[in-house]
Nanobody
Framework: QVQLVESGGGTVQAGGSLRLSCKASGVGYDHNCMGWFRQVPGKELEGVAQRNKGGDYEAYADSVKGRFIASRDLGKRTLYLQMNSLKPEDTARYFC??????????????????WGQGTQVTVSS
């Protein structure tokens, strides 16, 4: 069973930065594609970013392009999301996810098989 545990959330002022981490563990973990999603209460889960192991493929939602960067430390089995120039509309619960598919496909929740519990990010104006 694969476990994903997020950390690094918190409250920050608009224009600030945060770095989220997602530690993966469990038997059989070897996922090429991992991603970040976020959700605001009452709204659907939104894809934020995804990245493969080699780093030669990345994808970002238009709303975060140029501000967010996904990275991975394979030795630490950790996925990161560096969030810069944060805006109040970035406020959400952020989830880490992994897919059994070798290739990164569409950045949609249905493409992912394993999920963390999430970490809350609040950006104040």
């Amino acid at each position: 069973q694969v476990q994903l545990v997020e950390s690094g959330g918190g409250t920050v002022q608009a224009g600030g930065s945060l770095r989220l981490s997602c530690k993966a563990s469990g038997v059989g973990y070897d996922h090429n594609c991992m991603g970040w999603f976020r959700q605001v209460p009452g709204k659907e889960l939104e894809g934020v970013a995804q990245r493969n192991k080699g780093g030669d493929y990345e994808a970002y939602a238009d709303s975060v392009k140029g501000r967010f960067i996904a990275s991975r430390d394979l030795g630490k089995r950790t996925l990161y999301l560096q969030m810069n120039s944060l805006k109040p509309e970035d406020t959400a619960r952020y989830f880490c996810a992994a897919t059994n598919s070798w290739h990164c496909g569409l950045l949609t929740p249905s493409a992912y098989n394993y999920w963390g519990q999430g970490t809350q990010v609040t950006v104040s104006s």
